[in-house]
């Protein structure tokens, strides 16, 4: 039995008699369309609704998430697979209870783990399972190998666009890319976008019209739309304030909005059996970084 056959019978086992998380991971097609920003914002509003959330910050290029969360975290997850921390070590608290990991260098670092260190790993993250409701993935952007590895091992997509042309184009190269992936299994993903900074509903709708026809004709490939949110300069100043704006302008329109778009995704009901959980999502990400090590 090689390694791949031993997580999955481990995590099948697990899921059987344990809590799995909902995990939804925040992906876009290109960089500065506000996606930490709309993770953060997200986190806080699902907390609101008396849901655990912890945001895992999964772009170790770049450290958006703990700016937007305004807090510096001691640890991320190199401590807990190559520096004996315990998971509890490296979930830092941000506000409104939302728990906060960062990925640092252990992102990259997880395609030189052992078989050891690797069901470690999985043994750790059916840890945070229990800790969360749900658990946000904040990808990094574009399509990077790093980037679609998590998209694909995911079962539940949170696509974010702008009415830039590029956004559109660029999140459509990302469907595409991630449609080529031997391991992704569309029928087993859920994916739903968000257009962000909008001037109106109507052309948040006509963003994902011009999106959702062409994935689903070329593509064969259905994306749900969750909600727009209109360009607002309340959000810039929550940003440059590095004070998530649910915080420092909860009576704005981008809150409002959120809010939302938190409470349409509460409304999604699943069972057990939809949800993967972290765990399961690293082992289909570790899956996917042995076969490309073989090839």
Request: hydrophobic share 40%; proline share 2%.
């Amino acid at each position: 039995m090689d390694q791949a056959d031993q997580l999955r019978k481990m995590v099948n086992k697990q899921k059987k008699v344990r809590k799995v998380s909902r995990v939804i991971t925040v992906t876009s097609g290109k960089g500065g369309v506000g996606k930490s920003t709309l993770s953060v914002n997200l986190a806080i509003a699902l907390s609101r609704m008396g849901k655990r959330v912890i945001i895992l910050d999964a772009d170790f290029g770049l450290a958006n998430v703990e700016v937007m969360l305004g807090i510096r975290p001691q640890h991320n997850l190199a401590d807990l697979m190559f520096r004996g921390k315990e998971l509890k070590d490296i979930i830092t608290e941000g506000p409104e209870g939302v728990g906060f990991i960062s990925g640092g260098s252990g992102i990259q670092e997880l395609s030189r783990l052992t078989r050891d260190q690797v069901i470690y790993l999985v043994q750790k993250l059916y840890e945070l399972d229990e800790l969360a409701d749900i658990i946000l993935v904040d990808t990094g952007a574009g399509i990077a190998d790093t980037v679609l590895e998590f998209v694909s091992a995911s079962n539940e997509v949170l696509v974010v666009a702008t009415p830039e042309p590029t956004s559109i184009t660029d999140a459509y190269a990302l469907l595409k890319t991630l449609n080529r992936k031997s391991d992704f299994v569309k029928e087993n993903t859920s994916i739903r976008m968000v257009a962000n900074r909008i001037k109106d509903a109507e052309e948040g709708e006509n963003l994902h019209q011009k999106l959702s026809v062409v994935v689903e004709k070329f593509l064969n490939i259905k994306v749900e739309y969750l909600g727009g949110i209109l360009n607002d300069a309340n959000c810039q100043k929550a940003v440059m304030q590095q004070d998530p704006v649910m915080l420092s302008f909860p009576n704005s329109n981008t809150a409002s909005a959120i809010q939302k778009i938190a409470a349409k995704l509460i409304d999604v009901q699943l069972d057990n059996d939809d949800k993967s959980g972290i765990a399961h999502l690293f082992n289909r990400w570790m899956k996917t970084i042995y076969k490309k090590k073989k090839g």
